[in-house]
């Protein structure tokens, strides 16, 4: 068996309308090659779902979004990101705004075929007066209200991993896999890009198998794609590209998506990255100290 | 003994943590990482403290002239996801500095002005701020105390539940909301004027309580006993400069004023 796939391939499963989750954090572990070519294909109408980063940023700016489902969109160590920042300002995209926790009970909730989980998040804030489709609710146990937060089920979800073999069994090796997995079980199709592809007997060492946070059968379509990440970090590979950050915000900010879109995204990964200056020099960008 | 006001803040930040006990501690932003840091290692050495990353650490790591995690105390691991784990149990204190705060305690981190649809300045979003406010403990850092930070009205987007009895979920009252203090560039306060009402508990050297006044959007109470805000000791200041030997913490308050004010 091989889920083995190119990334067009993989992506070509995307339709316009429907939910996306994305994993990875802000600037870290993001499957950019496949937001990438996601950029390069004609889908829009999209949904997001996502602890944001600059993949949340090119999609919204790409028009390619209708509704974004976010509890922040960040680069880190720069705190606005500024594609998202443009499509929030302009009123061009519809949010479902909601606490990093509840985007969790919501994929745990589609993941476990539960239709919500009730929470008391959100309670007595904007999260439930400006989303009118939270329900709240009465518990049969106690006399509070508590909030049903909805499942987040997803059509697609695109990961990125350190490794994988060829029947979907993925390592993340970084310091946290974030909720991944989550995104992984709440989707019905889960595409994931690996940095390095390996042999099946790389999982037998006890170490590494503790590194798998979820099940092959979970795992739809695997890509190879070394450098994929980029500019996110894929640590302990790789590091985020503060340079590319900086000039991606420069150009978003003063002359928008197109001139990025000219200057980067090519027509392959090929083309992309031998715009931000090759693998090795991917592959070379220090790791992150909080 | 000469020090600035970012050091007054930290060591007087620092004391929030007091009786926390075994508890994790977040700071978010440098100075109040420092002021959580500078805790556990002085009046509450039982506190928790993670790496900003993913370990639980049982020493905190320096905030400035970090290169790599390698070597850190680590203690446990500690995921994004588990982090949750931790604040749903209740058993956090996050210090955090908001950009709007009202009379209720509420917060607002995630956009401001204009419309929901389009707001005039998109922030970072409301992040964990309304699973914290009605999990655990929360006090607040704010560099510039001004009327843009303290508003008249209620904050644009509430992004945390503060004491605002028209938002009280059925069920709920006060004692479910546990905010702790305010520090800022002129003073401490907390919330223990009438109704919970934002209190000043002690005024940098040198502040005038009108200035307080001036610069915060609603009325706010003032305590008894009043007083001036503890200065930092030398043994602070040691530890202080062990935790950030950069002086990372010169940078975060504007031309890094001292810390008693100078005589006009």
């Not at chain 2, 930070?149 to 009252?173: A, H, K, Q």
């Amino acid at each position: 068996m091989t889920k083995c796939v190119s990334a067009a391939e993989a992506v070509s499963v995307i339709e316009s309308g429907m939910t996306i989750g994305i994993g990875g954090w802000g600037p870290r572990r993001k499957p950019m090659a496949l937001v990438r070519e996601l950029l390069r294909s004609d889908v829009t109408d999209l949904t997001l779902v996502a602890y944001g980063g600059a993949d949340v940023g090119l999609l919204c700016a790409a028009g390619k979004v209708s509704k974004v489902i976010f509890a922040f969109v960040s680069l880190d160590f720069m705190p606005l990101e500024p594609a998202f920042r443009k499509a929030r300002e302009s009123g061009s995209v519809e949010v479902r705004e909601i606490d990093e926790g509840m985007m969790l009970l919501g994929l745990r909730a589609a993941a476990w075929g539960s239709p919500f989980i009730p929470t008391r998040i959100g309670l007595g804030t904007d999260v439930i007066t400006r989303n009118p489709d939270l329900k709240l609710i009465d518990s049969p146990y106690d006399d509070k209200e508590w909030v049903a937060m909805p499942a987040l089920n997803l059509d697609v979800a695109m990961l990125h991993a350190t490794r994988a073999d060829e029947r979907g069994v993925c390592e993340i090796a970084s310091p946290d896999h974030y909720m991944d997995d989550w995104f992984a079980r709440a989707a019905a199709t889960t595409i994931v890009s690996a940095d390095e592809m390996v042999d099946s007997e790389y999982f037998h060492s006890p170490d590494v198998a503790r590194r798998v946070y979820w099940e092959r059968n979970v795992t739809s379509k695997v890509v190879h794609i070394p450098g994929g990440a980029h500019p996110s970090s894929s640590d302990p590979l790789y590091g985020f590209d503060v340079g590319h950050y900086k000039a991606y915000a420069g150009l978003i900010s003063e002359s928008g998506y197109t001139a990025w879109a000219n200057a980067f995204l090519g027509e392959s990964e090929a083309d992309y990255q031998r715009e931000v200056g090759g693998i090795d020099a991917i592959k070379a960008l220090p790791l992150p100290a909080y | 003994m000469t020090f600035s006001l970012a050091e007054l803040m930290v060591c007087a930040a620092s004391r929030s943590f007091d009786d926390d006990g075994e508890v994790l501690a977040t700071g978010i932003g440098l100075l109040p990482r420092l002021a959580a840091s500078l805790a556990m290692r002085t009046t509450n050495t039982d506190m928790m403290m993670t790496d900003s990353q993913s370990y639980m650490l049982s020493r905190p790591n320096p905030v400035s002239g970090m290169s790599t995690h390698q070597g850190q105390a680590n203690e446990n691991w500690m995921g994004f996801a588990r982090i949750f784990d931790n604040v749903w149990s209740g058993a956090r204190h996050a210090l955090v500095g908001p950009s709007q705060i009202d009379r209720f305690g509420q917060t607002n981190i995630a956009a401001l002005g204009g419309s929901y649809d389009a707001p005039k300045v998109q922030l970072l979003g409301v992040r964990g701020f309304p699973g914290n406010s009605i999990s655990h403990a929360n006090s607040f850092f704010v560099p510039k105390h001004s009327t843009r930070v303290f508003v008249s009205g209620e904050c644009d987007v509430v992004c945390s539940i503060g004491y605002n009895p028209d938002r009280l979920p059925r069920g709920y009252d006060f004692s479910d909301i546990d905010i702790r203090r305010i520090i800022t560039d002129l003073c401490v306060m907390d919330f223990g004027g009438p109704d919970r009402q934002i209190r000043v508990v002690s005024l940098h050297p040198g502040v005038p309580l009108s200035e307080v006044q001036e610069n915060t959007g609603f009325e706010v109470a003032v305590a008894d006993d009043v007083c001036q805000t503890e200065l930092p000791t030398a043994e602070q200041l040691r530890i202080i400069e062990e935790l950030d030997p950069l002086n990372a913490r010169a940078k975060q308050i504007k031309d890094n004023p001292p810390g008693e004010r100078r005589a006009h």
